[in-house]
């Protein structure tokens, strides 16, 4: 009875208001989950080269966000906002990689997990470690090289530099369970943002500022970016490399991947399974 009457009313509009109707149509969990499963499909069929120029690429570009969020912290000294208007500098990197399309490690903690998710089996696990281990390598990469040009190279002025160790710092008062913790929660909203996006419709930009802010504002870590303060305060000798490897970059991975493979991906698969 429904569907015949939605027939009926589909009947008497125009093609122009079919087609305003059909924009205007929230699109489906299920539409979704298959936007970013193909995303993962075509991740994983890249050729390793691809792979690690995009992800080298990537960690250079992400470290704007470090970078902007140093400056900004610099610019605002005594600010009674210093760190709330900061944080927006934060989500300059990811609004360059994700809208650059480039390979950045927590994007693939969902979309290349998806299909495993949907077919597992050692063949597909083992080609989404291959991406893993190649577009985080190459990620590194990246943000160890502007590590060593803001400190051997001073491309920036002291003050900028001396802003971005301070936001830095905060690495050197949590513990690794903090950072496993703060890491988690930072994957969950990466792997949000990669499922939003579909749905966003010309307002990517917004969603990809408003929930890294967040991140920042939070304290919530991401590796990559972190990655590029710890090598930075790992150069200036404010850290000891091993204790900032072991102790910090790792517990952030590990919660990174807990909070966008073994949460969220999982989650948004569970939630279709049964319609697939």
Request: hydrophobic share 50%.
């Amino acid at each position: 009875m429904n569907d015949r009457q939605d027939k009926r009313e589909e009947a008497h509009l125009s093609e122009g208001e079919k087609e305003d109707a059909s924009e205007r149509q929230r699109l489906s969990a299920r539409t979704i989950y298959a936007i970013v499963r193909r995303e993962g499909d075509e991740e994983l069929q890249r050729p390793n080269s691809s792979l690690w120029w995009s992800g080298v690429t990537a960690g250079l570009v992400l470290s704007t966000s470090f970078i902007a969020q140093g400056i900004l912290h610099a610019e605002l000294d005594g600010h009674p906002y210093q760190s709330l208007l900061a944080a927006f500098g934060y989500a300059l990197g990811f609004v360059l990689v994700i809208l650059s399309r480039l390979q950045l490690f927590t994007e693939n903690t969902i979309t290349a997990i998806l299909p495993l998710l949907k077919k597992p089996g050692f063949g597909l696990l083992g080609q989404v470690l291959r991406l893993w281990s190649i577009v985080l390598l190459a990620n590194l990469v990246g943000t160890a090289a502007v590590a060593i040009l803001l400190v051997q190279a001073r491309i920036v002025s002291p003050e900028h530099l001396a802003g971005m160790l301070e936001v830095a710092s905060h690495f050197l008062e949590r513990s690794s369970t903090e950072c496993l913790l703060h890491g988690i929660l930072g994957g969950l909203y990466i792997a949000a943002i990669v499922w939003m996006l579909p749905s966003a419709k010309g307002f990517e930009i917004f969603v990809i500022l408003m929930f890294t802010s967040l991140m920042a504002i939070g304290g919530f870590t991401h590796v990559i970016t972190g990655s590029a303060e710890l090598f930075t305060l790992i150069l200036e000798d404010r850290i000891d490399p091993l204790r900032a490897v072991g102790s910090m970059l790792l517990p952030v991975l590990v919660g990174n991947i807990i909070g966008g493979s073994g949460l969220f991906a999982m989650l948004a698969y569970g939630q279709v399974r049964e319609e697939l």
